[in-house]
């Protein structure tokens, strides 16, 4: 589809020009980003998981140098098109719709091989406990709905663990279900015209913060072990928790959301790809309490035994503040391992940490082959930084041999304004991480003391640096550097 390629490009022109009112510099940005894209094929690769008989893979988004929603597939028309209204709901912000969207999707499941199905949900605000999506299956928002989160927590229900954590992430055993979820499902599409999707995480966060909360808390959107999936133009805010949370997905695409939370709100990520393939996060402005996108895999040994890696990997022109967290976050749950992972043409403003990689002992798995290029911050404290967990593990059952290995890291082509502390890039005793490339790292507003080599603060890496200010440690001076081209 001629359209959406243009408007991929169309999409960088505006975010370029968004970028450039806010700083001059950043138009020389807008312009490298739009020589710096790489082609990426659509042509996916389908993960294990995916028993069935693997039909070759079509998309209306072809490989194009400004997108990467070639991960999704077609859009199809969907044959059976309805409103919740059909269905009975009333969206007055008071009446639970609970009962009304389960209706609903029950009936649209019989369209699962029939043409597919959308449900419309009309302007107004409808109340709901959480309900399930299906397969072959559009939910659109229209201008001015919004979809409150229901402020009873027996409205979002426990389920199992997930098996790759072993236990809530938060409390021991099961956890609460997501507001929006769906598990082992094929094309499904959340999209709208900008319809909001509202957590009112606050019940939530209130049980946390005074240490009430019985079981995990649910994500705002949660999709289990299901492929071909598309979240677009749409607003979520005010998440219990993590808010978009893809895990054992493939070809998945999030773009041109809207991602918001109090600044104070606590573990409201703005997205979480988690022991997922070929995803594609880009256009996205998020700012909320905790990391804006985050890759993960799994939580010490229960991750190392299901062995599901983050794959393939792709976030783009994002942009965002988190004043107590990192726009970027790999891991620090990283046990089935992540490799090929691209980030680039990131904006960061008002944070605490720019680029952050989280392991520990007891993790196992690894951290390859991931480029972070093209990165804007503005008033970010520590604009790189790797660091050892806080001893943070499912149980007692961790295994103290399995270390990570992080080799194999990019970082290329960063400004960085006003930051006021050098990187911290903290290794592993007797696992160091090895091959970390920094090119054309330019991180300005440290302060005068640590304008010196001494300020970068490393222990167990080795890498190389060119044309890094202020001079990074000894550890990245290394000679022989044909990884780091
Ligand atoms: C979805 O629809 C396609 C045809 O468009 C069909 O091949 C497929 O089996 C359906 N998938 C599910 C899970 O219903
Ligand atoms: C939604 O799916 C989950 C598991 O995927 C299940 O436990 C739950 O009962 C389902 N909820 C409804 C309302 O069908
Ligand atoms: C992004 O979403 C908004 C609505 O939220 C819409 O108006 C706009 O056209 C979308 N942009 C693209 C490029 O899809
Ligand atoms: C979508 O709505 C949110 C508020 O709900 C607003 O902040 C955002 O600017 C809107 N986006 C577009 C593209 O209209
Ligand atoms: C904790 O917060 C919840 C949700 O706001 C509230 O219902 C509960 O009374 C609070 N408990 C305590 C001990 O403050
Ligand atoms: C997003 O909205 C734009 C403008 O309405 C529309 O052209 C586009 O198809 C939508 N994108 C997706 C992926 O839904
Ligand atoms: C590294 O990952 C990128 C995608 O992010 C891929 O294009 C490249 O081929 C990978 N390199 C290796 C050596 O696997
Ligand atoms: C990483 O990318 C390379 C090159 O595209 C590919 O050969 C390899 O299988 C990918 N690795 C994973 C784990 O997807
Ligand atoms: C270095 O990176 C900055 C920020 O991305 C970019 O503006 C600049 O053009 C890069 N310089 C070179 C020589 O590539
Ligand atoms: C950085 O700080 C200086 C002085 O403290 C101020 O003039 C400048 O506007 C700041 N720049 C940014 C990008 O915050």
Redesign the pocket.
């Known amino acids: 589809m001629d359209e959406e390629k243009q408007q991929g490009i169309g999409v960088s022109a505006v975010r370029a020009m968004r970028l450039s009112s806010r ?1 001059p510099a950043l138009v020389l940005t807008a312009a490298l980003a739009a020589l710096l894209c790489f082609q990426i094929t659509t042509r996916t690769v389908y993960p294990i998981w995916a028993d069935r008989a693997r039909e070759s893979f079509e998309s209306d988004f072809p490989p194009d140098a400004g997108s990467c929603s070639g991960f999704y597939g077609r859009i199809t028309a969907r044959k059976t098109v309805m409103s919740i209204t059909d269905f009975g709901g009333v969206g007055d912000g008071e009446t639970s719709n609970t009962e009304v969207f389960r209706k609903a999707v029950r009936h649209m499941k019989q369209f699962e091989y029939d043409g597919g199905s959308q449900l419309n949900v009309p302007e107004g605000k409808w109340l709901t406990g959480s309900f399930n999506l299906t397969s072959n299956f559009t939910l659109f928002l229209e201008q001015g709905a919004v979809i409150l989160g229901s402020q009873d927590p027996k409205e979002w229900p426990i389920i199992e663990p997930l098996p790759s954590y072993g236990r809530g992430r938060e409390r021991l055993g099961g956890r609460h279900i997501s507001l929006i979820h769906g598990d082992g499902l094929s094309d499904v599409v959340i999209t709208g015209e900008n319809g909001t999707v509202d957590g009112q995480g606050k019940m939530w966060w209130d049980l946390w913060w005074n240490r009430t909360l019985e079981h995990t808390r649910g994500h705002l959107v949660e999709l289990m072990n299901s492929r071909n999936i598309l979240i677009s133009n749409l607003t979520f805010r005010n998440s219990p928790f993590w808010t978009v949370h893809p895990i054992y997905c493939s070809n998945v695409v999030i773009r041109n959301m809207t991602i918001l939370a109090p600044l104070n709100a606590p573990n409201t990520d703005g997205i979480d790809a988690d022991s997922s393939t070929n995803v594609c996060i880009e256009d996205c402005y998020i700012e909320s309490g905790d990391d804006l996108v985050a890759v993960k895999s799994g939580w010490d040994q229960y991750g190392i035994k299901m062995a599901r890696p983050s794959s393939n990997i792709i976030v783009r022109r994002v942009s965002g503040t988190t004043p107590t967290c990192s726009g970027i976050g790999i891991g620090s749950e990283m046990s089935g391992g992540i490799s090929n992972v691209t980030i680039e043409d990131l904006h960061i403003w008002n944070s605490a940490a720019g680029v952050r990689m989280k392991t520990d002992v007891g993790r196992g798995g690894y951290i390859t082959n991931i480029t972070i290029r093209n990165v804007i911050m ?2 970010v404290k520590v604009p790189i930084k790797f660091s050892k967990g806080s001893n943070d593990h499912p149980d007692e059952g961790w295994d103290r041999t399995a270390i990570p290995i992080v080799k194999g890291v990019r970082i290329i082509d960063v400004v960085s ?2 930051s006021t502390k050098a990187p911290q890039l903290l290794g592993i005793e007797n696992a160091p991480f090895s091959e970390i490339c920094l090119r054309n790292v330019t991180l300005l ?1 440290l302060k005068q003391s640590s304008s010196s080599a001494g300020s970068w603060h490393c222990e167990f890496v080795s890498g190389f640096a060119q044309d890094v200010f202020p001079l990074p440690c000894s550890e990245l001076l290394q000679k022989d550097a044909s990884w780091c081209s």
């Open positions: 700083s503005e008033r304004l006003n507003g």
